[in-house]
């Protein structure tokens, strides 16, 4: 099974700020997941990659598939990016072994 | 397109009761997923489909059915109630396996 550890847990920033948060896992996968859950509840999906970086707006993703490591990044982060980000990593290839294993998440509140 | 829906979004239950969480998606995804979240713990994924008439046990299933007759329908039953199925109950789909997951809204479960 794939271990998925997220770091920090929880992290404060004031509006403007760089945020980083970090997924490592310790088997080799095909896919990684980063997802966005609100405070109400509802999660999205923020990025899918298995190799590189991808951006979207003010949010970054990177993976280093020898090292087992992604980080998210979120620059010029703002009040409405407060929420639980979440890692998840899929292990297998192909489509018969479609299962996700997630981190705990990081809680990120960013102050104005 | 709706997305994917799930019904109800609150449940109260007494041990020993069954009941059906209902889970569709209008976006002819092959791929539906059941998840719990649980305070402190990452998603776990209870059974998954990957498409009409095929589903298959992910990392939680005891005391969980499903079935897929549809592409549309991915509805979770519980057997019995017990209090240790108290839990935030996710239902996603995705058009494969190497694709971004669509969450539902999520039904709060409550067992008494």
């Known amino acids: 099974k794939n271990e998925v550890e997220q770091s920090p847990q929880n992290l404060t920033a004031q509006e403007g700020e760089f945020i980083t948060i970090n997924c490592s896992y310790s088997v080799g996968i095909s896919a990684l997941h980063w997802l966005q859950q609100h405070p109400g509840g509802g999660i999205v999906s923020l990025f899918m990659?298995?190799?590189g970086k991808k951006k979207h707006g003010r949010l970054i993703a990177t993976i280093n598939i020898q090292e087992k490591h992604s980080s998210l990044h979120i620059t010029a982060s703002h009040p409405r990016d407060s929420a639980v980000y979440i890692c998840a990593v899929r292990s297998g290839g192909g489509g018969s072994n479609y299962k996700l294993t997630f981190g705990k998440g990081t809680l990120l509140t960013v102050n104005p | 397109n709706a997305g994917v829906t799930q019904t109800p979004k609150f449940q109260v239950l007494k041990t020993g009761q069954s009941m059906t969480l209902q889970c569709a998606q209008d976006?002819?995804?092959?791929?539906m997923s059941w998840y719990r979240q649980d305070p402190g713990m990452g998603l776990r994924l209870i059974h998954y489909s990957v498409g009409a008439g095929i589903t298959d046990q992910g990392e939680v299933p005891n005391g969980y059915n499903v079935s897929r007759s549809t592409t549309e329908d991915f509805p979770l039953r519980l057997l019995s109630a017990a209090p240790s199925q108290t839990s935030v109950y996710f239902c996603a789909s995705s058009y494969s396996g190497l694709w971004a997951q669509y969450f539902g809204p999520g039904t709060r479960l409550l067992v008494l």
């Open positions: 990659l298995s190799s």
């Open positions: 976006m002819n995804h092959e791929y």
